[in-house]
Nanobody, 126 residues
Framework: VQLQASGGGLVQAGGSLTLSCAYS????????MGWFRQAPGKTQEFVAG????????RYADSVKGRFTITRDNVKNEAYLQMVSLGPEDTAVYYC????????????????????WGQGTQVTVSS
């Protein structure tokens, strides 16, 4: 397994969760990474992305100010801290890595990402 997402669960509206994405292989250290989500009946949506070094990030407008993406290349993990969650955030969340050498994200489309982890379910009750 190259990317392993975890941390999903059931939370009440207004609550918080932090998702983790463990990546195996040092090559991912030189990869920009991102989080996507897919709600039932909806298309996959970009949530957040981060450069290889962690010094630049970008967010979907729908989560800006509420979600924070970070990474720790010593622990080989990326994180998505989510606060002020609402029912509209209910989805399966996926972490993804761009090909090694893609240090920053140039787009937010799934096509830029080469490796995907399994999803982790986030359910926000109203």
């Amino acid at each position: 397994v190259q990317l392993q997402a975890s941390g999903g669960g059931l939370v009440q509206a207004g609550g918080s969760l932090t998702l983790s994405c463990a990546y195996s292989g040092r090559a991912f250290v030189l990869s920009a990474m991102g989080w996507f989500r897919q709600a039932p009946g909806k298309t996959q949506e970009f949530v957040a992305g981060i450069s290889w070094s962690g010094d630049s990030a970008r967010y979907a407008d729908s989560v800006k100010g509420r979600f924070t993406i970070t990474r720790d290349n010593v622990k080989n993990e990326a994180y998505l801290q989510m606060v002020s969650l609402g029912p509209e955030d209910t989805a399966v969340y996926y972490c993804a890595a761009a090909p090694p050498g893609t240090l920053v994200l140039t787009t937010t489309t799934p096509a830029q990402f080469q490796t995907w982890g399994q999803g982790t379910q986030v359910t926000v009750s109203s």
